[in-house]
Each structure stands twice: as C-alpha cells, then as structure tokens.
C-alpha cells in the first residue's frame, strides 16, 4: 500500500514541476513555459499586449539585476518603443521603435485685400508643408473677426465664412478680419495644428467716386465728332476703373424729354443727321477699381441745337477800316456757334503791296448765344491798312488758315501762316468818305460764312450779329 502511494506522489511532484502554460492552446510548445497561440478557433485572432508605461511610469518599476529581459512597451511623446531591461548595465534598451509621422504645418498665412470696407474680397493665402512629403488633402479654411489688431478682444468666427476669400459686409465695419488654416494631408498624420494670418483693418467705410466738369467739345453739326471730358475724384483713393458714359437727347438746353442714344456709350460721338435740331449732353458715370463704386451719374450741359450742316467754324463776319476824317473804331468781328471758345484763333493782317503781315492779334473770349445759338465778338484793332489789303483768319490748333480775304483788290501772301494762298476779294469796300459809325459785313440768312453776301454802306454793329443777318 505504501508503494503505491509513493508513485502517485511522484507522478505528481513530476507534472507539476514540469508542466506547461497555454493561452488559446491545449497543445503548448514543450519547450515554452507559456505558449499563447494567435487564435484558439482560427476565427478569432489576436496578439500579445506588453505592459504600457510613459517615462515617469518606467521609472516606478523596481527593477534588479535579476530582472534581465523584462519588457515594456514606451510611450512618451514621440517615442513608442519596444524596450527590454539589461540588468547587466542596468539600464532599458530598444527593441524596436515606430517610426514618428509629423503632422502637416501651414505657414505664410495671410489675408489679401487693396482695401479693407465692405464689398471688398479678400483673398486668404497660404503654404502647405509636409516634413515627410505626405500630400495636401483637404485642407480647412475659417474667417475671424476680432474688436483689435492682435485677434485678442472678440475674437469670433464668422459663420459660413469657411472658403479661401471672404466678401466683407457692413456688419463688419470696425472690427478686424484673419483667415485661418487647418491643414490636412492625404496620408500621415492627417492633421495639423490651425494657423492665423494677421488681422487686417480696422474695416471702414468708403465713399463712391465722383464725375465733376463733365464737358463737350466740337461742333454740334451732323457727322461732326464731339468729345467728352471729365475729371474723376475719388476721397479715398481708388484708381478708377471702367467708367461708363451715355449720349443723350433732348428738344432743349434744359434736358426736356431727354432719351438715351442707342449704342452711344463712348466718351466720343459723331452726330447723327437724327439729331438735327436736338440739343446733346453726356452723361459720366464713374466707376472704381477697388471700393464703392459705381458714383452718380454727371451730367453736362446740353449743347445744341444740332444743325444739319456747317456752322463748325467761325468766320470773319465784319469789318471796318475807313471813313471820313481821321479813322475811329476800326476793328474785327468773328460770328460762330455760341460757346465757341476763340482764343485757338488769330487774325493776321496782310499788305496786299508786298503780300506780308504787318500784325496778328490774338482772340480772346467765348461766343455768346444772340439767335439760335450763334453770336459775334468784335476785336478792335486801330490802324488797319486801307486796301488793297487782307487778313486771315488762322486757327492755332490745327495750324490752318480758316479764311484769307481782302478788300479793294487781291494779292498772294509772301509769309506768315497765309504765305503763298492768294486772298479772295470780298467785293466791296469802305470809301475815304465813308460816314462814322458804318462797317463792312454779312447779309443774309444762313449759319455759316458761305450763305451770306458782303455788303457796304450799313450801320455798324461791333459784337452783335449785323442787323441783316438771319440765323436759321
């Protein structure tokens, strides 16, 4: 009996003593004190989790030198290794280490604008960096406003204001705007940390642009070009950008039912024969590159009434020289267009002897409005030659002589801007007893130099359209 109890015992003390530890195993290695198996169905798998510390949690362990070969995985910051404990140095050596995948960054963060008021775009721009090349994804945008300069006060996001420009609004008046970026790349760490630009401001109002001396020059005569001008203002600067212009229509000086000319929307026009007898204006509409814009409209006065043909040019529209006894008020008169200005023009006085200009005068002044839009200026000039002699009417801007005339005889210039233009005698002439206070002049009825006839022997009438002479 005591035999047997014996071998029980130490069949006992042997299983015991050498036996084995299996997880999701019945079968472990003989030669393992623990076998963990992945799987104990082969459906369900699974690994083998060492212990996680951090740094100050390693240091808690109490490890000896007999504690050779225990593991630990490391997490601490970037570091996630894979550590055994060397218990001959005394010290924890890696295994392995994961490789540290850094985040996207954003940098030159800014928020782009010529002007900072409302109805400005401003445009958010940065750029993506990536320390391991992971590329762009889809990177988020944010706008903030804040009540000062650092996006310190206030700070706010503005709702639905998550695309890479941002309009601004009224509400904003006051305040400070920023474009913020989170960068996202594809792969890697996916996201990084949210970038600022500077904040830009303070948000202002701006006022329009302004169209002032809205203008025309030429003549009002169909197919003749007239040319607007202008001066364009703006109190806060802004260049002006695509400023718009219109050709209006009128029954008379005062704009009444006024209509706008089809396809006339440049700063020149040619008059249209359906514009005889109507008066004209421009209308100027100023418009800003950057801004409020577009300003009011400016009007210029209506010119007119247009005629059908002629009446461009002034003309020399009488002329006095001599008369009994000693000469008194000899002089000049020019007729045209009211509103002409006369100072591109002077008369050059010519001695039909040798054909040069003995003197010019230059002609100041704007013609007024007597009849029908059209006046006279009288420029005195005292001792104009007795004939035959001439003069000639030269316009200075074009370099041009508008009309070379002579009385009691006609010659050809030598010099001056008439030299080598043979003058065209005006048929008739003051006598040496010619009485005071009568003139040479035109007669007739028409609106330029071409419809009227000289004549003699009638009252003058220095500065006034002669007495005989019907516009139409």
């Not at 924890?92 to 800014?110: E, G, Q, S």
């Not at 009444?256 to 026009?269: L, R």
Request: with cysteine; charged share 10%.
């Amino acid at each position: 009996m005591k035999k047997y109890v014996l071998t029980l015992c130490s069949l006992l003390f042997f299983t015991v003593v050498f036996a084995q530890v299996g997880i999701n195993t019945i079968t472990p290695s003989p030669a393992s004190s623990l076998d963990v198996s992945s799987s104990s169905d082969n459906i369900i798998f699974g690994g083998l989790m060492p212990p996680k510390v951090n740094l100050a949690e390693r240091a808690l362990i109490a490890v000896t030198p007999a504690d050779d070969g225990l593991l630990i995985y490391l997490i601490d910051g970037t570091q996630r290794c894979l550590q055994i404990y060397d218990g001959s140095m005394a010290q924890w050596r890696n295994i392995y280490c994961m490789p540290f995948n850094n985040p996207p960054v954003a940098t030159h963060v800014t928020a782009n604008s010529p002007v900072f008021e409302p109805g400005a775009i401003v445009n958010g721009a940065y750029v993506y960096g990536d320390a391991e090349g992971d590329l762009e994804g889809a990177s988020t945008f944010q706008w903030y406003l804040a009540d000062d300069a650092a996006g310190t006060l206030n700070l706010q996001p503005i709702l639905g204001a998550t695309s890479q420009t941002y309009t601004i609004v009224v509400g904003d008046l006051g305040k400070y705007v920023s474009f913020a970026v989170t960068p996202i790349a594809l792969t890697g760490t996916l996201i990084g940390v949210e970038k600022f630009s500077a904040f830009r401001g303070p948000i202002q109002t701006n006022t329009p642009p302004v169209a002032s001396a809205v203008a025309i020059s030429g003549c009002f005569s169909n197919g003749e070009l007239l040319s607007g001008s202008y001066t364009y203002t703006d109190a806060d600067g802004d260049l002006e950008g695509a400023t718009t212009f219109q050709w209006y229509r009128a029954t008379d000086n005062a704009g009444t039912g006024a209509v706008s000319i089809a396809g006339a929307t440049s700063i020149n026009y040619t008059v249209q024969l359906a514009d005889v007898g109507f008066y004209l204006a421009l209308a100027v509409t100023p418009v800003a590159l950057t801004g409020t814009s577009p300003g009011t409209a400016a009007y210029s006065s209506y010119g007119g009434a247009v005629l059908a043909s002629g009446g461009c040019l002034p003309w020399i529209n009488e002329l006095h020289y001599d008369n009994t006894g000693a000469d008194i008020n000899e002089g000049v008169e020019i007729a045209g267009l009211a509103g002409l200005d006369l100072s591109d023009f002077r008369i050059y006085f010519y001695n039909g002897a040798d054909g040069t200009f003995y003197d010019n005068i230059s002609l100041l002044g704007i013609i007024d409005n007597e009849s029908n839009n059209f006046g006279a200026l009288w420029f005195p000039r005292p001792g104009i030659d007795d004939g035959p002699d001439g003069l000639a009417l030269f316009q200075i801007s074009t370099n041009t002589i508008i009309q070379f005339l002579s009385y009691e005889g006609s010659f050809i210039a030598t010099n001056g801007p008439a030299s080598g233009m043979g003058s065209i005698d005006i048929g008739v002439e003051e006598l040496s007893n010619q009485p005071v206070g009568e003139s040479l002049q035109l007669t007739g009825t028409g609106n330029q130099y071409n419809d009227f006839l000289w004549s003699n022997f009638a009252a003058s009438s220095p500065g006034d359209l002669n007495a005989s002479q019907v516009i139409n």
